[in-house]
């Protein structure tokens, strides 16, 4: 058996956030969360490290490790998501307030000291919001940067073109600066953009497969969906929710059930319409070096019934 292998991850709940912390509180044996840091994006950080702490105690996991990052982006005012989240970031089912208690650290502190008091190449960052945090520790402490194992990502898009402006997914879009420092590091980094996230889509059939669960963390993550996929369901016409944030760590438990290309990525900063775009090269017209792993494809099925498994031990 394998030593589960160690993550911090990084996020702005978000019911899809949600259910990827879910997935990674699940699988102990694979992964061992050293850490959940929150950060401003789907909804402002007192919502988002409150939301963070919400789903641990949900996964039965009151012990895990919450900390409240950074509550604007690098350069710019903060946008959110209420549009597609809610008010809290967590509508659809009625939530109760958390007892467990939230660190005192900040998290950029957190993740600058455990990687520097672990094992170097030993800790993987899983962010799925905002790159704000993750930024904010490479930009304050350069020594870390050697030190990430890697970098498994959501956010991006190009095919498929933006979720919030005609040419920028979310998470980038709100701090761009921040992607542009994360993507220039040199970590090794894997992008789990929409181009991928699109085809992770929530079916009725998928929707009830969680409900016969017969468990709170089933009703709540069907409950969950059909709350988060009204938006997607308009927008795009598609037959149910995108799972974007569970792909990340459903890539690091089972990655032979994606597929991409390793690619020049480059972040859009100063553009009139295209600011936060991940410009990705995915044909190679240019000479620029390949920066990351940029996902596409995913055997949605695979994904939906592995996940599903894995919220049944919760
Ligand atoms: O664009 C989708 C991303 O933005 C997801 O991470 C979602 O939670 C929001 O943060
Ligand atoms: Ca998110």
């Known amino acids: 058996m394998t030593a589960a292998r160690k993550i911090i991850i990084d996020t702005d709940p978000g019911q899809d956030d949600a259910v990827a912390i879910l997935l990674a509180l699940a699988s102990p044996d694979d992964l061992d969360v050293l850490g959940i840091t929150a950060v401003a994006g789907n909804v402002p950080l007192p919502l988002t490290e409150k939301n963070a702490r919400i789903v641990c105690e949900l996964a039965g996991k009151p012990n895990t490790r919450v900390f409240a990052g950074c509550a604007a982006p690098l350069a710019r005012p903060l946008v959110t998501?209420?549009?597609?989240?809610?008010?809290?970031?967590?509508?659809?089912?009625?939530?109760?307030?958390?007892?467990?208690?939230l660190e005192d650290q900040?998290?950029?502190?957190?993740?600058?000291?455990?990687?520097?008091?672990?094992?170097?190449?030993?800790?993987?960052?899983?962010?799925?919001?905002?790159?704000?945090?993750i930024a904010t520790a490479f930009q304050r402490a350069p020594d870390i940067i050697d030190r990430v194992a890697a970098i498994v990502l959501m956010g991006g898009a190009y095919f498929e073109v933006g979720n919030i402006t005609p040419?920028?997914?979310?998470?980038?879009?709100?701090?761009?600066?921040?992607?542009?420092?994360?993507?220039?590091s040199g970590v090794d980094i894997t992008v789990?953009?929409?181009?991928?996230?699109?085809?992770?889509?929530?079916?009725?059939?998928?929707?009830?497969?969680?409900?016969?669960?017969?468990?709170?963390?089933?009703?709540?993550?069907?409950?969950?969906?059909?709350f988060f996929e009204r938006?997607?369901?308009?927008?795009?016409?598609?037959?149910?929710?995108?799972?974007?944030?569970?792909?990340?760590?459903?890539?690091?438990?089972?990655?032979?059930?994606?597929?991409?290309?390793?690619?020049?990525?480059?972040?859009?900063?100063?553009?009139?319409?295209?600011?936060?775009?991940?410009?990705a090269d995915w044909w190679r017209v240019t000479d620029r070096p390949a920066n990351a792993l940029f996902i596409k494809d995913i055997d949605a099925e695979a994904f939906f019934t592995r996940l599903t498994d894995r919220l049944s031990r919760l």
């Open 81 to 101: 998501a209420e549009h597609v989240h809610g008010k809290t970031g967590l509508d659809g089912p009625p939530m109760v307030d958390p007892t467990m208690p």
């Open 106 to 133: 900040h998290a950029v502190d957190f993740i600058i000291e455990t990687l520097r008091q672990e094992a170097s190449g030993t800790v993987t960052l899983c962010p799925l919001g905002p790159l704000t945090n």
């Open 167 to 184: 040419a920028a997914e979310f998470n980038i879009y709100v701090d761009p600066e921040a992607a542009k420092i994360v993507f220039a």
């Open 192 to 226: 789990l953009p929409l181009d991928v996230t699109h085809h992770a889509l929530t079916t009725q059939a998928r929707v009830d497969a969680f409900k016969a669960l017969g468990t709170q963390v089933g009703e709540t993550v069907a409950a969950w969906t059909n």
């Open 231 to 279: 938006f997607d369901k308009e927008k795009y016409g598609s037959a149910g929710a995108p799972l974007h944030d569970p792909c990340v760590i459903a890539y690091l438990l089972w990655p032979d059930i994606f597929a991409g290309r390793h690619i020049n990525v480059e972040i859009e900063t100063d553009g009139t319409y295209t600011t936060g775009m991940t410009v």
